[in-house]
T-cell receptor
Framework: GNSVTQMEGPVTLSEEAFLTINCTYT??????LFWYVQYPGEGLQLLLK?????DKGSNKGFEATYRKETTSFHLEKGSVQVSDSAVYFC??????????????FGKGTKLSVIP | DADVTQTPRNRITKTGKRIMLECSQT?????MYWYRQDPGLGLRLIYY???????NKGEISDGYSVSRQAQAKFSLSLESAIPNQTALYFC??????????????FGPGTRLTVL
């Protein structure tokens, strides 16, 4: 079955530091890849996505590139802010049959950014 | 107004009680989902529905049931709550027409505590 593995947290960074959160996946076919973010006390929000190899998703200064050869979708940001403190989830979506797409989530990585 | 709403937002109940969590959406999406979130485990799919007449079990459906009363409403029931069902529950929706991208939109969550 499909699975997503992301780096364990928590991750604590100083403001303006560079962020990388690693994500690798296992899938039987050719999935779409996502990063979701969960701010404290809120539900998950889509941060960015990529649907094919070498696509780069980007949003709010975050980027991730779909690497089929390494089955990876690492999240990066050049300069984090305190407001980026949240839990980040990597996920994939693949057709499990008859157009039935389901998301498979990683366990989440908690990021804390300190001033 | 929020596109995906959940009621109640917080609930404390006792072992053996029947509990219903409700989800409503104004996005006009066909697909609706129920997840639970536990610390360190990420999100796990309980049930999903692709339309009013299509209900499917997810990864962890035991102890839960659902009802899709209308396109916009999807309820999750715990017939006899037990303490290990204490968790954060999320409803999500997605648009059938999106196909493989299957971007899901999440509600704010319901924090359920079973004593």
């Amino acid at each position: 079955g499909n699975s997503v593995t992301q780096m364990e947290g928590p991750v604590t960074l100083s403001e303006e530091a560079f962020l990388t959160i690693n994500c690798t996946y296992t899938a039987t076919g050719y999935p779409s890849l996502f990063w979701y973010v969960q701010y404290p006390g809120e539900g998950l929000q889509l941060l960015l996505k990529a649907t094919k190899a070498d696509d780069k998703g980007s949003n709010k200064g975050f980027e991730a590139t779909y690497r089929k050869e390494t089955t990876s979708f690492h999240l990066e940001k050049g300069s984090v802010q305190v407001s980026d403190s949240a839990v980040y989830f990597c996920a994939l979506s693949e057709d499990s049959g008859a157009g039935s797409y389901q998301l498979t989530f990683g366990k989440g990585t908690k990021l804390s950014v300190i001033p | 107004d929020a596109d995906v709403t959940q009621t109640p937002r917080n609930r404390i109940t006792k072992t053996g009680k029947r509990i219903m969590l409700e989800c409503s959406q104004t996005k006009g999406h066909d697909r609706m989902y129920w997840y639970r979130q536990d610390p360190g485990l990420g999100l796990r799919l309980i049930y999903y529905s692709f339309d009013v007449k299509d209900i499917n079990k997810g990864e962890i459906s035991d102890g839960y049931s659902v009802s899709r009363q209308a396109q916009a409403k999807f309820s999750l029931s715990l017939e006899s709550a037990i303490p290990n069902q204490t968790a954060l529950y999320f409803c999500a929706t997605s648009d059938l027409r999106q196909g493989s991208t299957d971007t899901q939109y999440f509600g704010p969550g319901t924090r359920l505590t079973v004593l």
